[in-house]
């Protein structure tokens, strides 16, 4: 292992030419064989080192594809998924555990959930009335309630979440999916944010691939049908710039031959055929015009709730993306100008919580319907997580602070236990008591489902062997189905 | 040599191997140092004697290796790329084809060099150099995080560093000036204005990510200083000290203690807005101090000649007020208007903390009481002052309070008093503080204790008084101030960012000329360390926005700062009257008038030799002169001596308004400066809540070896540190710095992980050549400009890129550089070539970084995202180069990220080089990109005659520095036929058509020529 030095492939590109399949990614690797991070590093096979084409995994894959919904601000885990009766015995006293510093130290007494939850599906796992959709969903959710974090603020929480690592530069979740598995798409990014209307706290560093080469960044999506930036040429008619490509292809050649046909400029000439065909495929599968009614409605594209609305239509297009074999797909939470607050229901908890389940709940729903009945939830994993959960004591009065010492997530589709509860916090929903889970740990999962080995796989850089996991983590057998 | 270490190291390793196999990893420092190359001393040899190798020594070693290997070195490049190559390696722009030109006409034998040094001088070496240098220092505006709040006056670290390549600043110099530029004893200065150039380099240990309101305020500090150390050492040294966090280093001779021992040099340093042009505010404070005495002889004359009729006065407020008082005034020479001032000033109850406070008691028995009962009543209010006098004393030493100052008999020691406004010591009891109206250039007298006040010189002076560090033991901190438009902080493990939630409260801006006590509830942060900072500046804190009512013109008093487990402060001042006249036996109203005239004569006397606080009881007395002060009763009285005396302070006030006036804006940058020393303990297993051993500051031991000496005791010793690493014994400060610049001029380092020379990198491919670059290097005065002048003047540099696949085979991957590489240019190279052949490149230099092009897309259209500029950048950054827009770390520019720019977060010698679809869409689709299309169409439309070929011609040596070949001008020419065909333009408009030009431009931009360079 410490001999990496020695292992840069000896590869000419002729030699690459022959050995790899054909098409540009073959060469886009050239760029990346000169940095030595790359090379011997790739997961488990010697070779297709083009940094787009699919990789193999280390070994057989439950799922390819993963749905991210990222809950931001804070889902609160007993007033969602992990039901404490002693809260509403106690509503209103004082809170009778240790209460650990919060963000705002405006602790105030315990608070009950102004929520009912009921038993639901084959299973009887309890929801509350916030999502009463999801709750049809129940057997398909392996629900963990003793989720924790590390960080009580949320940008650093976000970045643990997405990265592993509470502060800005390492690679984001997607893209170690995409470092590790390639993407089944040549004219996609591998990983793509769709909007939900606000940037996370913490900004696009959550998104970012950090280390790891620029190609395997998340793309953010914009809602609508113009979804990203220069996807849209600036020519009036697609004529015209074919015109000017045609030119620029012609010109490429001569460049070619001067250099010498580096493989460097083979890859960059490349790299436009890929640019040019994303210029039709993005707007495409942002365009849910022809998807029914049906499916519309299902999830909730009709709705008269703008928020609902935004989200159904981001979920539609997750699953437009992942059926074209995007691998990894994040969803931000809805959220309109004027009310930027997400999950972060630090006053106000009810009005907080009902609005942003509102948004969420039947297009979650519906996308877990959808992907099952196309037979996609069997290769699509979904998350549903928050960067932390919320106190079962108030902040003030009628609020809950940030709680990254137990909270629940869940996971569904492709490879995931459904029906099952994993984990359990205290009486109080207030730390997790049972079958800890770190972040690591979800990773760990998550890479595991998709056929990686999360301590294999790994990116030189700054004198160390690099994880997802950072030295941490273990797949959650309790999870998996 | 290094074959020898290559054996030792191999069999060590696989040793090792097998010991981490069998699940033990001995950590020992020494053999881990003897076994590994990068930690031994330079060993330069004489380069290898070749025929056919040249002068330069560099292809000397070159040439020998790829002989060992039967390889000869690719044939020189031709001119055209050879001057564009050294361009954009040098300066980081294409030549112009003037420049081109000029080089192909010159057939001298120095042509070349000529190129390159012109190319070394040129302004714009030193912006693409100091652009390879902020990758290294992770250069940002913002601190990222939650708010990205900006880090004011970052881009004067970004100018400090163009200026020093520029000006070819010795490396040994650049180095010390990072670690320490505030330590040194005379600064460098900024050529141009005087300011301060040392210290700015200081800041860049101030550029990292900056949390919000985090809830462990010590886990903080430990992420924010484990990315200081990281960056530090992986910048100057090549090592991953980072790694040695939370236990011994995994595979280099870098203890857990050694991470632990850098970090006290950051305990006990702290965060500054310096003040960089201090010099000239410190010579208007000299100015100052030197008109302050020249004001207190002038006042001190009017007020002595008031003193004599004191008594007279006192006891004229005695008559019956019946009596005009005109009838009595004139009989004993007295001014009615002034005696109206002394009835009035004794008027209501003067209190038992009132200087006249017996005066008071005995004037009520009137001027006739006898003996007897005077001396009863004298008596009582005795009693009474001493009662006080002990209240006063127990509520100074109440119980577990401590004091966290003693201005009075400490002074500043232990303090930090920064800038010129709190000046080198408190002002003491009897000083005074100097008034701007000729009535009254004595504004009053300093009393109740010593006090640390920002206005004793000029209100104009700023400045910053920071407490030592300590542990937080008590709850509450109590803090007695006057001020206005000032502000106090508690920084508590030097977290700095005051604003809520949870630090909102550690901020007072104090608004009253009265002293008042303000109280710090420092309960949450027990056992933490804290110092307090008394701040009346114009730049508040690490964020931008000022604190409501914090200014320029402010002034802030402190007067004590107390620690106490108590909610409310104890704040009772000694009676000043008891020291004034207990010791006197007065038996009479008239001996009493005549005890308060000597006293007042007596100090005053004082006063005129600026000997007042020495006197005893300097406290009393001054409360005295302040109270007669305070109610004009020492003004003149419009004598002719008062004439002359008033005009004497009328000039003196003018020459400290002109010494004001003249006074520069003032100049910060962030920096470092020291503080409190402090040891750290090792934090087990990373964690600050279980200590280990304390660590002394010190070196890397397998740098500074075992036995390195304490810093003084009363400085971080950053700059014995600082001295450590430019020693030129330690081989890793030169092999580094002289392996970056290679890096960047061949396309690879000799040592290809260009930041890590510890046991994961990479070995050197050439390490005789490094070790004879290192040393001499050093010999030359640690020149970098030398260094890159010879390496870009060798045959190496100047091979041709072709490929042949025999010395393919042989040496795959280049790795021996038998041909130069091709590479893509970074992004801050394409933006810039594209603004230079457009003719819209801004050459002006320095300054605020421009504001981000803020584009729906740049934060996905998102709202709310924190720290969002108000008012977005113009598109084409206003066409200065790369290097002079802003950095925010939440709104990277997406073209420099698509373009492989690193994220700022750690030091990134060697940037990655991607191939993303993003690439191609910005040059295919981005607006700004067809903007400077449209300009470059413009300019050779208007430069160049009419005809097609010669413009195309143009434009292609603007752009690739070369003519077009026959097939590349025929595919152009039919280009702007076909397409303009395509557009519909009548075939006689196509010669002069923008539209139609602009969109040949386009596709030249898109022309892989354009980002790549062979």
Not at chain 1, 23 to 50: H, K, Q, V
Not at chain 2, 408 to 430: D, I, K
Not at chain 2, 447 to 468: D, E, F, V
Not at chain 2, 656 to 661: D, K, N, V
Request: net charge neutral.
């Amino acid at each position: 292992m410490h001999c990496h030095r020695f292992t840069e492939a000896p590869l000419t590109r002729r030699q690459m030419l022959r050995r790899c399949s054909a098409g540009f990614g073959a060469m886009a690797l050239a760029a990346l064989m000169g940095d030595r991070g790359f090379a011997g590093t790739a997961p488990a096979s010697d070779s297709p080192p083009n940094p787009f084409a699919p990789r193999p995994p280390h070994f057989a894959p439950r799922a390819r594809n993963v749905i991210f919904l990222f809950m931001e601000g804070g889902v609160s885990q007993i007033d969602s998924f992990d039901p404490k009766p002693r809260l509403a015995k106690e509503n209103g006293t004082p809170f009778k555990m240790k209460v650990e510093p919060t963000q705002f130290n405006n602790n105030g007494n315990t608070l009950a959930s102004p929520w009912q939850f009921k038993q639901h599906g084959n299973s009887g796992i309890p929801v509350s009335a916030l999502f009463p959709n999801i709750a049809r969903c129940a057997d398909e959710l392996a629900i963990v309630r003793s989720m924790t974090s590390d960080f009580s603020e949320h940008a650093a929480a976000n970045y643990f979440l997405h990265t592993g690592f509470g502060q800005q530069g390492r690679p984001s979740a997607g893209s170690w999916a995409c470092y590790g598995l390639g993407s089944e798409c040549q004219n996609l990014p591998g990983f793509v944010v769709l909007n939900g209307g606000k940037m996370p706290i913490g900004g696009p560093a959550a998104f970012s691939s950090g280390f790891l080469p620029a190609t395997y960044q998340g793309s953010l999506f914009r809602a609508g049908n113009d979804p990203i930036a220069n996807i849209r040429p600036l020519e009036s008619r697609p004529a015209i710039q074919a015109s000017k490509l045609r030119a620029m292809r012609q010109l490429d050649q001569s460049v070619l031959r001067r250099f010498d046909r580096p493989d460097a400029l083979e890859s960059a000439v490349a790299n436009y055929e890929m640019a040019f065909h994303m210029q039709a495929a993005v707007p495409e599968v942002a365009d849910i015009s022809n998807e029914t009614p049906a499916t519309c409605a299902l999830y909730g594209v009709d709705s008269p709730n703008p928020s609902t609305r935004l989200y159904a239509e981001n979920c539609l297009r997750a699953r437009r993306l992942v059926e074209r074999g995007v691998r990894f797909v994040e969803l931000t939470v809805p959220v309109y100008a004027g009310d930027p607050d997400t999950w972060d229901a630090h006053a106000n908890l009810r009005k907080n919580h009902e609005a942003n389940a509102a948004a969420v709940d039947q297009p979650v729903a519906g996308l877990l319907m959808d992907l099952k009945s196309r037979g996609l939830l069997d290769s699509t994993l979904v998350l549903f997580a928050s960067e932390f959960g919320r106190t079962p004591f108030a902040q003030g009065s009628d609020g809950r602070d940030h709680n990254p010492f137990g909270f629940t997530v869940w996971l569904a589709g492709g490879g995931v236990k459904g029906g099952t509860i994993h984990g359990a916090t205290d009486e109080y929903g207030y730390k997790a008591v049972e079958n800890k889970l770190t972040m690591h740990d979800l990773h760990a999962t998550m890479l595991h489902l998709l056929g990686v080995d999360h301590k294999r796989l790994t990116y030189r850089w700054g004198g160390r062997d690099m994880r997802l996991t950072d030295v941490f983590g273990d797949p959650v057998a309790a999870l998996l189905a | 040599m290094y074959r020898k270490w290559l054996i030792i190291l191999a069999s060590l390793l696989g040793a090792w191997a097998i010991a981490i196999e069998a699940g033990a990893a001995p950590f020992d420092l020494a053999s881990r140092r003897a076994s590994h190359w990068a930690w031994q001393p330079l060993h330069p040899s004489l380069p290898p004697n070749l025929a056919d190798a040249g002068a330069n020594p560099i292809d000397r070693f070159i040439l020998a290796k790829l002989g060992e290997k039967g390889l000869s070195p690719a044939p020189e490049v031709d001119r055209r790329t050879l001057i564009r190559r050294a361009s954009f390696a040098l300066t980081g722009l294409p030549p112009t084809p003037r420049e081109v030109d000029a080089f192909m006409q010159d057939a001298g034998p120095d042509a070349y060099e000529k190129v390159v040094d012109r190319l070394l001088a040129s302004p714009r070496f030193g912006e693409r150099w100091a652009r390879h240098w902020m990758d290294l220092t992770r250069y940002a505006d913002t601190l990222g995080n939650e708010s990205d709040a900006p880090i004011p006056n970052a881009w004067r670290y970004r100018d400090y560093l163009i200026r020093a390549f520029n000006a070819d600043l010795p490396y040994d110099q650049l180095v010390t000036e990072h670690i320490a530029g505030d330590l040194l004893n005379s600064p460098r200065r900024n050529p141009t204005d005087g300011t301060n150039e040392s210290i700015v380099a200081t800041g860049f240990f101030w550029l990292n990510e900056g949390k919000r309101a985090p809830v462990d305020v010590r886990q903080a500090q430990g992420d924010c200083f484990d990315n200081k150390i990281d960056v530090l050492c992986k910048t100057f040294l090549g090592l991953t000290v980072g790694c040695a966090r939370c236990h011994d280093h995994k595979f280099d001779a870098i203890s857990q203690a050694d991470y632990y021992a850098l970090y006290g040099y950051l305990e006990s340093s702290r965060y500054t807005q310096a003040l960089i042009n201090g010099r000239e505010w410190n010579n208007a404070a000299v100015a100052l101090a030197e008109q302050k005495q020249h004001l207190r002889e002038a006042a001190a004359t009017t007020m002595l000649e008031q003193a004599p009729t004191i008594a007279r006065y006192l006891l004229a407020t005695l008559t019956p007020s019946s009596r005009p008082a005109g009838s009595v005034t004139q009989e004993i020479g007295l001014v009615p208007a002034r005696l109206q001032q002394w009835t009035a000033a004794l008027k209501g109850p003067l209190g038992v903390d009132h200087p006249m406070f017996p005066w008071a008691r005995l004037a009520a028995a009137g001027e006739s009481a006898e003996p007897a009962k005077f001396a009863k009543l004298w008596d009582g209010a005795l009693v009474e002052l001493k009662a006080r006098d002990a209240q006063a004393a127990a509520a100074r030493h109440r119980d577990g309070d401590v004091d966290l100052c003693d201005l009075a008999t400490h002074g500043f020691s232990g303090w930090f008093s920064e800038e010129q406004a709190f000046g080198a010591a408190p002002s003491l009891p009897g000083d005074f503080l100097p008034g701007n109206s000729p009535v009254r250039p004595v504004l009053t007298f300093f009393r109740s204790g010593a006090w640390a006040h920002t206005g004793a010189l000029s209100r104009k002076l700023q400045g910053t008084l920071r407490s030592p560090t300590f542990e937080i033991a008590h709850r509450y901190l109590h803090v007695r101030c006057a001020g206005r438009q000032a502000r106090v902080n508690v920084n508590i493990e030097h977290y700095v960012m005051i604003q809520d939630p949870l630090y909102g409260t550690l901020r007072w801006v104090p608004d009253s000329d009265g002293a008042e006590w303000h109280t710090f509830d420092l309960g949450m942060w027990k056992g933490r360390r804290a110092y307090v900072e008394f701040a009346d500046t114009t730049t508040p804190d690490l964020h931008s926005s000022a604190p409501k009512g914090v200014g320029a013109d402010g002034y802030l008093a402190l007067s004590r700062a107390v620690l106490s487990d108590q909610g409310a402060p104890t704040s009772i001042d000694p009676p000043p009257a008891l020291a004034l006249f207990a010791g006197t036996a007065i038996r009479s109203l008239p001996e009493l008038a005549n005890r308060v005239q000597s006293l007042a004569e007596e100090s005053l006397t004082s006063f005129a030799k600026g000997e007042l606080p020495a006197q005893p009881n300097a406290d009393e007395r001054a409360h005295l002169l302040a109270w007669l002060l305070e109610h004009g009763l020492l003004d003149g009285t419009g004598t002719a001596l008062d004439g002359d005396v008033q005009s004497r302070v009328s000039e003196i006030l003018g020459d400290i308004r002109q010494i004001e006036l003249a006074l520069p804006a003032p100049q910060r940058a962030p920096a470092t400066i020291d503080g409190t020393p402090i040891d750290e303990h090792v934090f087990v297993r990373g964690n600050h809540k279980s200590l280990g051993p304390l660590t002394p500051r010190r070196m890397l031991q397998a740098i500074g070896g075992d036995k390195q000496p304490a810093p003084p005791p009363t400085t971080s010793g950053r700059l014995e540190l600082a001295r450590r690493f430019t020693d030129p014994a330690n081989a890793l400060i030169s092999r580094v710095i002289v392996n970056r610049v290679w890096h960047h001029l061949m396309g690879r380092g000799i040592v290809a992980s260009v930041d890590n020379f510890g046991v994961l990198g990479e070995l050197p491919t050439h390490p005789e050549l490094l070790d004879y670059l290192a040393d001499g290097f050093i010999r030359d005065g640690w020149s970098i400009k030398r260094l890159a002048r010879q390496i870009v003047l060798s045959r190496t540099f100047r091979m041709s890129s072709s490929e042949n696949a025999e010395a393919e085979r042989i040496d795959p991957g280049n790795r021996l550089f038998h041909r130069a590489m091709v590479r893509r240019l970074e992004g801050e190279a394409i933006r810039d070539a594209i603004l230079q052949v457009s003719g819209r490149l801004d050459t002006k230099m320095y300054g605020p970084g421009v504001e981000v092009f803020i584009t729906p897309f740049l934060d996905g259209g998102y709202i709310g995202a924190y720290g969002k500029p108000d008012a977005s950048g113009p598109m084409d950054g206003d066409g200065r180069r790369s290097v002079y827009m802003m950095v925010r770390r939440n709104f990277l520019p997406p073209m420099m990220v698509a373009f492989d720019a690193p994220p700022p977060v750690n030091t990134a010698g060697r940037r990655s080089v991607s191939n993303v679809p993003a690439q191609a869409l910005i040059l295919m689709n981005d607006p700004f990109i067809v903007q400077q299309a449209g300009f470059w169409a413009k300019r050779v439309l208007a430069e160049i005659p009419a005809s097609r070929e010669r413009r195309i011609a143009r434009m292609y040596e603007q752009a690739f520095s070369r003519p077009p070949a026959d097939d590349e001008m025929e595919t152009a020419v039919r280009f702007l036929d076909e397409h303009g065909q395509e557009l519909g333009i009548a075939p006689n408009q196509r010669g002069e058509h923008p539209g139609l030009w602009t969109d040949l431009a386009h596709v030249l931009i898109n022309v892989k020529e354009f980002t790549y360079l062979n």
